[in-house]
C-alpha cells in the first residue's frame, strides 16, 4: 500500500494495477514529486516495460508524457501497437523527441506521469558535452525540480556501464528516491549450459525509499512483460534447487 494516500498516483489515491512486478518492487505505490531510474543493459526491454508502466497509468486516469529523443516517436508507437497497447499512445499518453530538459518541462505540465528515455540524451547546457557526467547530474536535479514543484512522478531510463552500474554520478544516485535493474535472468539447461535468457529480474540495489529492498520476476511475452508462467516458474525453481 501507498504511505501516503494523498500523494499517490490514480484517482483513488493509490497507482493500482500499474503494472504489477514493477508496483511489488515499489512498495505498491508511486508517490507524486517522486523520481524512480530504470537502469539495464541494451535489448533488456526497458522501453517495453515503460510502455506497459504509461499505459497502466493511462488506465488508472492519468496523463503520461514519453520523451524519448533516442527513438523516434513512431517507433514508439509501433512498439506499443506489437504489444498490444496501442489505445493508450495517443490523448492520454504522448509521445515526443524533446531533448531539451526546459522543453521537456514546458511540454509535460499537463501530465500527470513523465517518462524520460533515456537520461543519457537530455540536453541542459549546449556547451557541455551530452551525457557527461556534469550535464546528467544537472538534468537529473532540474527533473527532481520538476517533479518536486509539480507534484509529478518522473521515471528516467538509464542504460548500464559494463560492470553493471547504472551510468549516473554519484551525487544523482543519491538524489533520486530509487533506482531498478532491469536484469537477463540466466536460465541452466540440464547440461549446463545457459539457454536464452527470456526471463528478466526487476529489482532495487539498495537504493529505495518506497520499500525495503526486493526483487519481481518477469517473463516477455507477445504482450510484453509479465508474471512468470507456471511452466517458466518451475523452470526457475529447478535452475535455483
Not at 490514480?10 to 517522486?34: C, I, M, Q, W, Y
Not at 533516442?70 to 515526443?96: I, N
Request: charged share 25%; with cysteine; glycine share 8%.
Amino acid at each position: 500500500m501507498c504511505r501516503r494516500p494523498e500523494k499517490c498516483a490514480g484517482a483513488a489515491g493509490e497507482s493500482k494495477n500499474v503494472h504489477s512486478p514493477f508496483d511489488t518492487v515499489l512498495g505498491g505505490g508511486l508517490l507524486r514529486g517522486s523520481v524512480i531510474v530504470l537502469a539495464g543493459e541494451p535489448g533488456a526491454g526497458k522501453t517495453a516495460l515503460l510502455l506497459q508502466v504509461a499505459a497502466g497509468f493511462a488506465e488508472a486516469g492519468e496523463r503520461v508524457h514519453y520523451a524519448s529523443p533516442e527513438q523516434h516517436p513512431e517507433e514508439v508507437v509501433f512498439m506499443a501497437r506489437r504489444l498490444g497497447l496501442t489505445p493508450h499512445v495517443g490523448l492520454p499518453v504522448t509521445v515526443g523527441l524533446e531533448r531539451d530538459v526546459e522543453e521537456i518541462a514546458r511540454v509535460a505540465k499537463t501530465a500527470s506521469v513523465l517518462v524520460v528515455d533515456s537520461i543519457q540524451t537530455i540536453r541542459v547546457d549546449p556547451r557541455r558535452s551530452l551525457g557527461s557526467p556534469t550535464e546528467m547530474r544537472a538534468a537529473v536535479q532540474r527533473f527532481m525540480n520538476f517533479a518536486r514543484e509539480e507534484e509529478k512522478i518522473v521515471i528516467l531510463l538509464s542504460h548500464v556501464l559494463k560492470d553493471g552500474d547504472a551510468r549516473l554520478p554519484a551525487a544523482s544516485q543519491y538524489a533520486v528516491d530509487a533506482i531498478l535493474y532491469l536484469l537477463f535472468y540466466a536460465v541452466w539447461d540440464d547440461f549446463g549450459e545457459n539457454k536464452t535468457p527470456n526471463p528478466r529480474e526487476i529489482r532495487d540495489e539498495g537504493k529505495n525509499r518506497f520499500a525495503a529492498s526486493g526483487s519481481a520476476l518477469l517473463e516477455m511475452t507477445e504482450r510484453g512483460f509479465e508474471e512468470p508462467s507456471l511452466a517458466t516458474r518451475r523452470v526457475l525453481s529447478k535452475n535455483n534447487a
